[in-house]
């Protein structure tokens, strides 16, 4: 690749990162004593919408259900100044308790799959202080890059991101279907507990670049408060 290449990719990587920096992701707000999200509607679902035409599907098991913490434009349900704006502006966070399978939403190669941090290590427990404070700030800047994450490239040059992640089971130069795991979720780096970041991006393999908007086969472009049933994978 040529240098100038090289620079423009470290410059939209390193700049995407700040806005996370300033902001960070604030997950969900209220956890019970095993980490797991209180009111997340966890579980099996007694039925599902019908599908949309999409190629994405929610990125865990076929009739799990999960809601989403945090939509597109900021949306934090009560107020709209969440971090998901700029590069994240087309981001979600999705309320998955700790350790839940993360499935692939869409096939493609995997070209970035991190595990920066373990168990016993800073950061692998996140920011567990109040969002937007001076506590949080501080633990954020530390933390924002040892979040285990996973990039998968599309055939079409679209990358979904998967960040947060307790741990990530492939591997850079895997090629996964939907529905495939690729690691289980959690609350490593900038996050003040457990819940999945997901976005997709363009022509960005490694890094960390502008959303780009999607649909979900399931729900369309789901908005805070609102839970989606996954339909990946189901056979």
């Keep these: 690749m040529a240098l100038g290449l090289l620079l423009e990719s470290a410059v939209r990587t390193m700049v995407g990162l700040l806005v996370v920096a300033l902001s960070g992701c604030s997950g969900v707000s209220t956890y019970d004593d095993n980490g797991l999200a209180v009111g997340a509607g966890a579980g099996k679902a007694d039925s599902a919408n019908p ?7 929610a ?20 107020s709209g100044n ?31 799959a991190t595990n920066t ?3 016993g290590d ?5 920011c567990p202080v109040a969002y937007g404070t001076s506590e949080f700030t501080t633990c954020c800047k530390s933390c924002l890059l ?14 979904a991101t998967y960040w947060h992640l ?15 795991p690729l690691g289980y979720s959690g609350t490593s780096g900038c996050s003040t507990g457990p819940h999945l970041h997901f976005q997709v991006m363009q022509n ?32």
Excluded: M
Aim: net charge negative; with cysteine.
């Design 166 to 180: 307790d741990v990530a089971t492939v591997h850079q130069g895997d090629r996964v279907n939907a529905g495939d």
């Design 146 to 159: 040892l979040s285990n994450r996973v990039n998968v490239t599309h055939d079409d040059g679209t990358v």
């Design 122 to 126: 800073q950061c692998f427990d996140g």
């Design 82 to 112: 969440g971090d998901h704006i700029q590069l994240q502006n087309y981001a979600w966070d999705f309320a998955l308790p700790r350790h839940t399978p993360v499935l692939a939403s869409r096939g493609g190669v995997v070209t970035l």
């Design 51 to 57: 599908l949309i035409d999409s190629e994405y599907r």
């Design 204 to 235: 960005c393999p490694t890094g960390f670049c502008q959303s780009q908007a999607i649909q979900f086969a399931e729900a369309g472009a789901p908005g805070c408060g609102q839970h989606v049933v996954s339909a990946n994978a189901c056979h």
């Design 59 to 78: 990125p865990w098991s076929c009739g799990e259900r999960f809601y989403v913490s945090q939509g597109n434009d900021g949306d934090l349900c009560s």
């Design 117 to 119: 941090v373990k168990e």
